[in-house]
C-alpha cells in the first residue's frame, strides 16, 4: 500500500478576506484548509483576499494541515490574477471551481505551465456543475496527464443544487447519482475525493449522518464551514479500533506461509477473500496516516 496516503477527513474553508480566520486556522484540528478567493469573498474584497492568503501561505506555521488556495474561475476577472499568485505562493494544492470538461483541464494544465508553478502543488478541482455531471469520466481522466497535475474532486453540492434544482434534505435523494458517479469516477483514476458541506451549522447530528452516508458511499473526508464540524468528521472517516484491529489480523493471516496460493480463508469464522486483504491493507494504511497526522499537530 503506498506511503502517499494523506487524511483528508476535514476540509475546512477558510475565508481569505478574514485575517483573524486565517490566523486561527494554525491551531484547528482540520486535516486540510481551503483558504477561499471564491465565494466566500464580496468582490469589492478580493485584492485584500489574495494578498493575505498569499501572505498566510508564504508565512507558514499551518504544521501538517493540507493548504489549498481555492482561486476564482477563469471566465471571472480575478481567475488568472489568482493562479498566479496562488502559484507563486506555492500551497500544496490549487482549488480551481466550477470545473466542467476536460477541456478545462487542459487549461488549468496550460496556466501550470505559463506561472511555472512549484512541481509539488497539486491541483484540485471542484466538481459543482450539472454539466460536470455528465462528463465526470473524462474530467477524471485528465489525472492520466502529469501536466494537469490532478489530485482531488471536491464536490460543491449546493452549486450543483442550485442548478438542478434537487433539494438538500436528509438523506440527499435527488443527490444520490452524482455522488455516486463522482467516487466511482474519481476511484476509476486514482484520484481522491471530498463531498460537500453540510449546511445547517448547529445541527450536529445530522452532520454525523451526512458525514457517516458519504464515508459509507467511498468518500474521503467532506468539506467543512465550520471548526465544530471537525471532530465528527475526523471521526466519521477515521476507521475504528474495531475495524483496524481487524484489518490487521486479516492483513497477517494472508501473509503467513500457509496461506500462500490460497484465494479465500476463513479468520474468525468469517470468509476473507484476497481482495479483503488489499481493503485491509488500505484501512491499516489509513489508520496509520491518521496517527501520523494528529501526532504532528
Known amino acids: 500500500m503506498p506511503s502517499s496516503i494523506r487524511p483528508r477527513r476535514s476540509v475546512l474553508y477558510m475565508p481569505g478576506s478574514n485575517a483573524r480566520a486565517l490566523e486561527k486556522a494554525r491551531t484547528l484540528a482540520a486535516d486540510a484548509l481551503i483558504l477561499d478567493l471564491e465565494d466566500a469573498v464580496a468582490p469589492d474584497a478580493k485584492q485584500t483576499a489574495r494578498e493575505q492568503v498569499v501572505a498566510a501561505v508564504k508565512a507558514g506555521g499551518y504544521g501538517k494541515r ?19 499568485a496562488a502559484a507563486e505562493a506555492n500551497p500544496d494544492a490549487i482549488l480551481v471551481p466550477k470545473v466542467s470538461s476536460a477541456d478545462e483541464m487542459n487549461d488549468i ?108 458511499m467511498g468518500f474521503d473526508g467532506k468539506t467543512i464551514i465550520h471548526p465544530t464540524h471537525i471532530a465528527p468528521c475526523n471521526e466519521a472517516f477515521s476507521p475504528s479500533e474495531e475495524e483496524v484491529a481487524t484489518a490487521r489480523k486479516v492483513v497477517s493471516a494472508f501473509e503467513q506461509p500457509e496461506a500462500k496460493g490460497k484465494g479465500v480463508l476463513q479468520i474468525d469464522g468469517r470468509m476473507y477473500e484476497i481482495l479483503h486483504a488489499e481493503i485491509a491493507k488500505r484501512t491499516v494504511a489509513v489508520a496509520d496516516a491518521i496517527k501520523e497526522r494528529e501526532a504532528a499537530q
Open 66 to 84: 493540507e493548504i489549498a488556495i481555492r482561486v476564482n474561475a477563469f471566465s471571472t476577472p480575478w481567475g488568472m490574477d489568482d493562479f498566479k
Open 109 to 216: 494544465a496550460r496556466a501550470l505551465a505559463q506561472v511555472g508553478s512549484g512541481a509539488s502543488t497539486r491541483i484540485w478541482v471542484m466538481i459543482e456543475t450539472a454539466l460536470s455531471a455528465f462528463r465526470l469520466q473524462e474530467i477524471a481522466a485528465a489525472a492520466r496527464n502529469d501536466k494537469t497535475r490532478l489530485s482531488v474532486f471536491i464536490l460543491g453540492t449546493n452549486d450543483y443544487a442550485k442548478e438542478t434544482r434537487a433539494r438538500i434534505m436528509p438523506g440527499r435523494a435527488g443527490l444520490i447519482p452524482f455522488l455516486a458517479n463522482a467516487v466511482a469516477a474519481a476511484r476509476a483514476y486514482g484520484i481522491d475525493v471530498i463531498d460537500g458541506v453540510y449546511n445547517d451549522i448547529a445541527n450536529i447530528e445530522g452532520l454525523k449522518e451526512e458525514a457517516a452516508q458519504a464515508r459509507d
